[in-house]
């Protein structure tokens, strides 16, 4: 079964009831069991939903997957994750990464005796100098938010399996469409699907995929007991967006590539970060295991002024200013002072996420006219 085809048929059938096609909003806390333990799969919402279970199922089958798991958000999913370990077990992990993703990390988990190296996957050799016997993870962005680094994922899952360390890859901003991180040896997929996946813009939720059924079983656990898990109308709302997923890819990319050629050839502009320019930092490896390059791109204006790049987007008009990336509508973003003022500037500086970086997640609106409103908010600079 082709992409497009799972998108909109994997792990879905027909309401038996009705006949309906679309997965119907099973909204409901508790099940009527026939006698204690004799029920139809269901008996509690926090442990098993119908709604979600379609949901669970289609996600696996987008990401070459077996298992599929869905969190109240995408950090809910990594809170999970990271509950596999126990204290004294050492975290490996991208040094640019999204900002909640590091808070939860240095503020959260290294309270209960976790430790955590922020180290740069460019080459993924390197990586065995940081291995110790207590290393359990490896915790891989790629593309990195927001730099757009790119981490080759099979090697990275070469060292993993040399050492027996489990290997998860954080797959929000290329999305199943774009790349597959268990084809490539990863353990543990997860995304934060209120971006791309749902595509919409109105959905908070995370996802994990895996093969592994034991690995499988212990994260179902965990969303059991700890209870992050979504409400029925959030899953009814991403199975439908998931089947437009696809085709708002395209043109999500078509749209980045635009975009990004436009922004290098601008007089104001001194660096974009998009991993289709054939200069990008491991643009190759990107090739090879990405389908395309995405919608998402960051850049510095020449003057590097914080101020600059504020005015700049304060004037854009149909990149909203907002949090988050991933819908059908382009947003802009200064990461300094939004999604990864978490992170101390000391060690934004040392990845170059500098107080002017500006990130763009490009929506599938009419290029042109997105071009047209980035080159009226330059004049303004």
């Known amino acids: 079964m082709k992409f497009g085809t799972k998108a909109i048929h994997a792990g879905i059938t027909p309401d038996p009831s009705t006949g309906a096609i679309m997965t119907p909003i099973f909204q409901t806390s508790t099940y009527v069991q026939k006698s204690p333990g004799n029920h139809l799969g269901y008996e509690y919402s926090r442990t098993h939903n119908p709604t979600r ?7 696996a089958a987008l990401e070459n997957g077996k298992h599929g798991l869905c969190f109240a958000s995408g950090l809910a999913a990594i809170d999970a994750i990271l509950k596999l370990l126990k204290p004294g077990d050492e975290v490996i992990s991208t040094n640019d990464l999204y900002g909640g993703s590091y808070r939860l990390f240095t503020k959260v988990f290294e309270k ?11 080459n993924p050799e390197d990586l065995e100098r940081y291995i110790t016997p207590n290393t359990k993870l490896l915790w891989v962005e790629t593309p990195t938010n927001p730099m757009m680094n790119i981490i080759d994922v099979a090697a990275v899952a070469a060292v993993a399996k040399k050492h027996q360390i489990l290997m998860a890859v954080d797959n929000t901003f290329a999305t199943p469409y774009l790349q597959n991180p268990l084809n490539q040896g990863a353990d543990i997929v997860m995304h934060s699907v209120t971006k791309y996946i749902a595509g919409h813009s109105d959905v908070v939720m995370g996802a994990i995929v895996v093969n592994d059924s034991k690995l499988a079983d212990d994260l179902a656990f965990l969303q059991n007991a700890c209870g992050a898990v979504p409400g029925p109308q959030d899953c009814f709302l991403v199975l439908r967006g998931i089947k437009t997923l696809h085709v708002r890819m395209d043109r999500h990319c078509q749209n980045g590539k635009t975009i990004a050629a436009y922004l290098k050839n601008h007089p104001k502009i001194a660096k974009v970060y998009w991993p289709g320019f054939e200069d990008h930092p491991n643009h190759a490896v990107a090739s090879r295991q990405m389908r395309d390059y995405g919608g998402m791109i960051s850049f510095n204006l020449k003057d590097d002024k914080k101020e600059s790049a504020f005015k700049l987007m304060e004037h854009l008009h149909y990149f909203s200013l907002a949090e988050s990336l991933g819908g059908v509508e382009s947003l802009c973003g200064h990461p300094a002072s939004m999604t990864h003022a978490s992170i101390p500037k000391a060690e934004r500086d040392k990845v170059g996420l500098s107080d002017s970086l500006i990130r763009l997640s490009v929506g599938i609106e009419d290029v042109e006219d997105l071009k047209n409103d980035i080159a009226q908010a330059l004049e303004k600079v």
């Not at 279970?53 to 996600?59: M, R, S, V, Y």
């Open 112 to 122: 209960y005796g976790i430790r955590f190296q922020f180290v740069s996957m460019d």
């Open 53 to 59: 279970t379609a949901l669970q199922q289609n996600l």
